[in-house]
């Protein structure tokens, strides 16, 4: 069983910078693919970004391609999101995703979620 545990969020003015860390415990948390998706409240969850864990073949979103970067550290069993250039829109709780259908960009088939981190950008 792989347990996920969010770090990072926080509150940031617009064009600020934050950074999420996701920990998978377990000495098997290096064979998931793993990302990232957010859920504002009323709303669907939607994709983020997500990276691979053979390859680093990465995905992201259209909202933020240009401005977030996606990355792991296998050895630590750590994925990481590096959110610059933060817009009052990206307002919501983030959750860290594991499993063999995040690439597709969909929260369904997911086989484990983080308890979500709060991220808040004011302006």
């Known amino acids: 069983q792989v347990q996920l545990i969010e770090s990072g969020g926080g509150l940031v003015q617009a064009g600020g910078s934050l950074r999420l860390s996701c920990a998978a415990s377990g000495r098997t948390g290096s064979r998931y693919t793993m990302g990232w998706f957010r859920q504002a409240p009323g709303k669907e969850r939607e994709f983020v970004a997500g990276i691979s864990s053979s390859d680093a073949t990465t995905a992201y979103a259209d909202f933020v391609k240009g401005r977030f970067t996606i990355s792991r550290d296998n050895a630590k069993n750590t994925v990481y999101l590096q959110m610059n250039s933060l817009k009052p829109e990206d307002t919501t709780v983030y959750y860290c995703?594991?499993?063999?259908?995040?690439?597709?960009?969909?929260?369904?088939?997911?086989?484990?979620w983080g308890q979500g981190t709060q991220v808040t950008v004011s302006s």
């Open positions: 995703a594991a499993g063999a259908t995040v690439l597709d960009r969909s929260p369904n088939g997911i086989i484990y």
